[in-house]
């Protein structure tokens, strides 16, 4: 009886009505976080993981993104999270549009018309306007669970996902502001925060450990050729499509191949200089860096609006 009751009699009204005027079951529940909504969940599939969006109160951003982490751990269980709407022309913007690429939700804005920040935009699509959105929902690594992101001035939120063939882990500075419970809104408590660093590793990625995390922690060390990633990350969707080994008078050459969608600079860890690179089976320049066992190769875009895929040979 009472609230419970009349907070199930309008969930199921609501999705009623969904059901009947928007029949790809596009509603995204909000302010929905007590038991008594959340526990009614059964036709709509995605909740809103925060608070709003505010984006006239500068210290409420790093908050934001703290809460839609921390609480996707749970609503990530029962519901697709959204992280809400941002601006694209905002002092915050690019710390929000990661973390919605990270996110595995919805990514979407709602800049005035006419002003929106179409460089940052174009880093969370592909040419052809098609999104890259996660396969999970994204949440803060094991060693981020029991720490204060916010207010303990040491510690960095680790937010980790995966996609059809890798992982991905995305690192916040969100230190120096916070809700305040006495005052009632979102403070700036230090304006100056320390430079923070942490270890990020293939492990944070819980889908990639092994049964034993030091065995896998020790596998990923010892990879030469397996941890690709991208200056332009969001741009990004590969996989390895082939590994071959070839032998010939000169020795033993290997190709590794690998289809991206999309343009930027790509990077790869590995053990040793490549003799060639190609993309799309056209020679490339390359740079490579010893000390770091870097490989970057700039990939050019293709055709606006075309989804082909960019083929990369290295050979080593």
Excluded at 147 to 168: A, E, F, H, Q
Aim: charged share 25%; net charge negative.
């Amino acid at each position: 009886g009472g609230g419970p009751a009349l907070a199930a009699l309008w969930h199921a009204r609501l999705e009623a009505s969904v059901k009947q005027h928007f029949p790809g079951n596009h509603v995204i529940n909000c302010m929905c976080h007590s038991t008594e909504n959340i526990y009614r969940f059964e036709s709509s599939a995605v909740a809103r993981a925060s608070d709003d969006f505010y984006p006239r109160d500068l210290a409420s951003s790093s908050p934001h993104i703290s809460s839609c982490a921390y609480n996707s751990l749970f609503m990530g269980a029962l519901v697709q999270p959204d992280w809400d709407m941002f601006h694209s022309r905002h002092p915050a913007a690019e710390l929000h549009g990661i973390a919605r690429a990270v996110s595995g939700g919805p990514v979407y804005v709602s800049d005035k018309p006419g002003q929106h920040d179409a460089a940052l935009l174009k880093r969370l699509v592909l040419p052809c306007g098609g999104l890259l959105r996660a396969l999970l929902p994204g949440r803060p690594t094991r060693d981020c669970i029991f720490t204060d992101p916010l207010r303990d001035s040491t510690s960095l939120l680790k937010v980790w996902n995966v996609n059809r063939c890798n992982g991905v882990v995305a690192v916040f500075h969100l230190q120096g502001s916070s809700w305040d419970r006495d005052q009632r809104k979102f403070v700036q408590h230090d304006v100056d925060p320390d430079q923070l660093s942490t270890e990020v590793s293939p492990c944070d990625v819980e889908s990639l450990w092994a049964e034993d995390p030091e065995q896998a922690r020790a596998d990923c060390c010892s990879s030469n050729f397996d941890q690709w990633c991208s200056q332009e990350f969001a741009l990004f969707r590969h996989t390895t499509k082939q590994l071959e080994v070839c032998g010939d008078g000169e020795g033993t050459r290997r190709l590794f191949e690998v289809c991206l969608r999309g343009a930027g600079r790509f990077i790869a860890l590995c053990g040793e200089e490549p003799r060639a690179c190609q993309v799309s089976g056209n020679d490339v320049p390359f740079t490579y860096d010893q000390k770091e066992s870097k490989l970057s190769i700039e990939v050019l875009p293709l055709d606006a609006d075309s989804e082909q895929l960019s083929e990369v040979t290295v050979e080593v």
